[in-house]
């Protein structure tokens, strides 16, 4: 099975920016789409950002849209998000995790983590005012 380990998240200043790296053990290529989802204490997960895999479209949630940037690398196996512009709301802790689906916007949709078997420890973001 497929392992995930998440790295590059840190405390900022809102306006602040931060990169996280999700590497994974597997080929990314055996899935339709990956993305990343966030948890913030005492919310449901959601997801944030997607890419699929086979077209390279992506889509973000509209809290992050023209923020958040989402890119993949199949040779390394690596699925990047550059965050620009971050705010106190997206403090959270943050998760890879691929879908056989390739829709994006299925995998943007609310709940849809409980379909989602493989997930990292997460990666802590932390945005102060």
């Known amino acids: 099975q497929v392992q995930l380990v998440e790295s590059g998240g840190a405390s900022v200043h809102s306006g602040g920016s931060l990169k996280l790296s999700c590497s994974l053990s597997?080929?990314?290529?055996?899935?339709?789409?990956i993305g990343w989802f966030r948890q913030a204490p005492g919310k449901e997960r959601e997801g944030v950002s997607c890419i699929s895999m086979e077209s390279g479209a992506t889509d973000y949630a509209d809290s992050v849209k023209g923020r958040f940037a989402i890119s993949r690398d199949p040779a390394t196996n690596t699925v990047t998000q550059q965050m620009n512009s971050l705010k106190p709301e997206d403090t959270a802790t943050y998760y890879c995790?691929?879908?056989?689906?390739?829709?994006?916007?299925?995998?943007?949709?609310?709940?849809?983590?409980?379909?989602?078997?493989?997930w990292g420890q997460g990666t802590q973001v932390t945005v102060s005012s």
């Open positions: 995790a691929p879908a056989f689906d390739s829709s994006c916007h299925w995998y943007l949709s609310p709940g849809s983590y409980q379909y989602l078997g493989v």
């Open positions: 597997g080929n990314m290529e055996d899935y339709g789409a």
